[in-house]
């Protein structure tokens, strides 16, 4: 006779569902570590228990890679692809929910919901894409991070790449402090990037009402190819796998009510997170759109696309000293935060699809390794001019591994037996399914038009 389900029994006395296999929670220590106010009428105190997580899935949708398809996108179209900036976080904010909803739901994040749905071989080949995922967009923040030291303190990309190492101790020291200390300390940094581009929106002195025309469609984003191959690059630069992966994790750090009625009311208030929190994510791409459109494309300088020669710009053309070293500052902040999130997601991913548990150090220490190791390669080869075309290719990897995150988790949440009342409505699970053949779609003619 078959041993029963384990079944695990938070600090409240609540147990988890049973699950067939699964050995471990989510994140370990910070399981559940947030507790939730209880009882009717306390809505404001639960949403302000529940806000966190839905910043650090932010995070990733305003890493450095952003910044590259951004910029270009300003200088080249003005403020046309500001509609396209629109598109890509509503699709964020329904997939984010999605994925905050299957943890709720089921107690396990997207990678152990793998591990108990799918054969091993399957698991290990999305373990392994996931992984590739994860390096690329680490990759994306080393280099973003370092570019910025870089522009702020003159030190060469090599020396910033390898201090970027240090980003590992740094967030195991705030984990040891809690789970909501780390929350504090990515908002901070969001408050920071935020706090910089409104000054320099201010400084650039935008055109509002062609601004707020931008956030309108035009035909023109389908009918010109290179303005077609810039909006599918914003697309595939905004909506991160790994984010999926890292948000069905983080959001069981609440301590809410498992009855069913309990698990639909934080359901409601992590969508309401997640999409507070992606609208922030808006306003930043959006403001470094918009910079590089009232600065660079309205002076005629349409072939603004890397990060140093807007740096390099910016103070002259807007005749404001501070208004380069703001730019860096975001920059820094922007790539700091990143890693935060890349390094959760790679322990996440590795525990949920593998079963594997490694010390944090020694986990989030190799994750850093296998982006800095390909950086320092390419810069001491190639040159530091190199850095933006690596910031790039790791954009493609994480096209290409974006099916590989969103095919599953739209089938599970789709699915009734393993989401019980949660499960995805009709309607839903259409919108859902359309969003991804969207994307797939979107992010496939992104890779040939790289690879031709």
């Not at 296999?21 to 399981?31: A, I, M, N, T």
């Not at 890509?88 to 793998?114: P, W």
């Not at 400084?203 to 290179?226: E, M």
């Not at 989401?419 to 992010?443: C, D, E, F, K, Q």
Request: aromatic share 8%; proline share 5%; glycine share 8%.
């Amino acid at each position: 006779m078959p041993p029963p389900p384990e079944v695990a029994i938070d600090p409240a006395g609540q147990a988890d569902p049973p699950v067939k296999s699964r050995r471990r929670r989510s994140l370990g220590r910070s399981h559940r570590s947030v507790l939730v106010p209880a009882g009717a009428g306390n809505f404001w105190r639960k949403l302000w228990a529940f806000a966190g997580p839905g910043y650090l899935i932010a995070v990733g949708y305003m890493d450095p890679g952003n910044w590259a398809t951004d910029l270009a996108g300003g200088s080249a179209y003005g403020y046309a692809l500001l509609s396209v900036i629109l598109f890509a976080s509503i699709l964020a904010m329904v997939l984010q929910a999605l994925a905050a909803k299957l943890g709720i739901a089921t107690g396990m994040d997207l990678a152990q919901a793998c591990r108990e749905t799918y054969s091993r071989p399957v698991n290990l080949a999305l373990w392994a894409l996931c992984e590739l995922a994860i390096i690329a967009c680490d990759l994306a923040e080393v280099l973003g991070t370092a570019i910025a030291l870089k522009l702020l303190f003159g030190l060469p990309l090599a020396t910033g790449v390898l201090l970027t190492g240090l980003d590992v101790f740094l967030i195991l020291a705030l984990q040891n402090f809690g789970f909501r200390k780390l929350e504090a300390f990515v908002i901070v940094l969001l408050v920071v990037v935020g706090g910089c581009l409104a000054v320099e929106l201010a400084l650039s002195q935008p055109a509002w009402g062609r601004v707020l025309a931008g956030f309108v469609p035009t035909t023109r984003i389908v009918t010109d190819p290179a303005m077609l191959y810039l909006a599918i690059g914003i697309v595939g630069a905004t909506v991160m796998p790994h984010n999926l992966y890292l948000h069905s994790s983080i959001v069981q750090t609440r301590r809410f009510d498992r009855t069913d009625e309990g698990r639909r009311e934080a359901v409601r208030l992590a969508t309401i997170d997640s999409s507070l929190a992606l609208t922030l994510a808006l306003f930043v791409n959006a403001a470094i759109l918009i910079l590089a459109a009232s600065t660079f494309h309205v002076a005629g300088r349409t072939d603004i696309a890397d990060l140093s020669s807007a740096y390099h710009l910016l103070s002259p053309m807007l005749g404001a000293s501070a208004a380069s070293v703001l730019f860096a500052a975001a920059l820094l902040a922007a790539g700091q935060n990143s890693t935060v999130t890349g390094t959760l997601a790679g322990q996440i991913v590795a525990e949920g699809f593998l079963d594997l548990k490694l010390p944090a150090w020694a986990r989030r220490s190799i994750t850093r390794g296998l982006a800095i190791i390909p950086a320092i390669t390419v810069i001491l080869i190639a040159g530091e001019a190199s850095a933006m075309q690596l910031l790039i290719a790791s954009q493609v990897v994480l096209s290409f591994q974006l099916p590989f995150a969103v095919v599953p988790l739209v089938r599970m949440t789709s699915n009734a037996t393993l989401m019980g009342p949660l499960v995805n409505s009709r309607a839903l699970t259409i919108v859902a399914w359309t969003i991804s053949l969207t994307l797939i779609a979107l992010n496939a003619t992104l890779l040939i038009s790289f690879i031709l």
